[in-house]
């Protein structure tokens, strides 16, 4: 039995790739500074308590599996560049340095389509500029640039720039949407809804991942995105009618809004920051055929069906979310602010 070691293992994606694995018959370890909450796994895995900032948790923790997956990271919510480059950066070359110290087979790293900032030209390749916006982005790039280094060392590495992905359990920025079209209120958007935007079911970014450690090549970047996908006003429009709610898309103009959250951003008062009020309002989507053609990548859910899918579970699991909030993607984030605004629009 293969075991694989996943760093960030109690977040949005640890949780789904450790249940993906599992059913492929792999041994999983989850390592996370947070406590493991998924209660469906707590009999299935083995769980560390340890921080990637810690260059000696990190080479006790990373001993006797074959691979990692290197999916812990600070999001942009954090907004300082100190805690996220001590977790992007120097934690990625804690864990690295321990991988190649024990002669870990291959490590997946979780980067990001952040690194090409706002698109240049579409569909984005992975050779093509990197242009990040903020700190989230640029910390990606230190990362994967460590994982070349560490590649040189003789460590076998493979890239992952996986666009945004969801699924059930995905909450972060998306329950704004979602708690609109819940209530039947206005469904904001940034500009006029009629640019395209991939997304990526959390599912499809597993199948990479497994095809991504087993892969024969390595010191490899593969974009990883849907297939099918239209535009915000096309997507969220299928929503609102799978819920059957009264909810309206509404357009925002791009540059007064870009210039208030711009605004609040800086004085700490929303945590959508500019990687999101930026992208959001344009085209931006990548090439998917490396993917394809060296991973053997068959993404199968739609935009559509990932919305549908990661909506329904928060329909259901609502009442229990209502009131807690922190900093990841499995956790709401605190919209006061927004919803303020938003209620005088």
Not at 1 to 30: D, E, P, Q, S, W
Request: proline content about 4%; overall charge positive; glycine content about 6%.
């Amino acid at each position: 039995m293969k075991r694989v070691l996943i760093t960030g293992g109690t977040g949005f994606l640890g949780c789904h790739l450790a249940r993906f694995l599992i059913n492929k018959g792999y041994k999983v370890t989850l390592l996370d500074v947070t406590d493991l909450t998924a209660k469906d796994l707590k009999e299935s895995i083995q769980f560390i308590h340890a921080d990637i900032k810690n260059k000696k948790e990190m080479l006790d923790s990373i001993q006797d599996v074959d691979f990692v997956v290197h999916a812990a990271a600070a999001l942009p919510i954090h907004q300082s560049k100190k805690i996220i480059f001590d977790v992007n950066v120097n934690g990625t070359e804690n864990v690295l340095e321990a991988c190649l110290k024990n002669k870990i087979k291959r490590v997946v790293f979780i980067s990001s389509t952040a690194v090409y900032g706002v698109p240049k030209h579409l569909p984005e390749t992975e050779n093509d500029p990197i242009d990040p916006i903020g700190f989230y982005g640029e910390s990606k790039i230190e990362g994967e640039k460590l994982c070349f280094k560490y590649y040189k060392k003789g460590l076998s590495v493979n890239i992952i720039r996986p666009k945004t992905f969801l699924g059930p359990e995905r909450l972060g920025i998306f329950t704004l949407w979602f708690e609109a079209i819940y209530n039947n209120k206005p469904v904001f958007i940034l500009g006029n809804g009629n640019n395209l935007y991939e997304l990526l079911d959390v599912r499809d970014l597993c199948s990479a991942i497994l095809s991504a450690l087993i892969v024969k090549k390595d010191g490899e970047i593969f974009n990883i995105g849907a297939k099918i996908f239209n535009t915000w006003r096309r997507d969220l429009g299928a929503l609102i009618k799978h819920a059957k709610s009264k909810s309206k898309i509404v357009s925002i103009p791009t540059i007064p809004a870009q210039l208030a959250l711009s605004l609040l951003e800086k004085i700490h008062l929303s945590p959508i920051v500019a990687w999101h009020y930026k992208t959001l309002p344009v085209d931006s989507y990548v090439d998917i055929k490396k993917a394809e053609k060296i991973l053997n990548f068959k993404p199968k859910k739609s935009n559509q069906d990932i919305f549908i899918e990661s909506y329904d579970w928060y329909r259901k699991n609502r009442d229990g979310l209502i009131g807690r909030t922190g900093t990841t993607h499995r956790t709401l984030w605190n919209f006061k602010i927004i919803d303020l605004i938003t209620k005088y629009l």
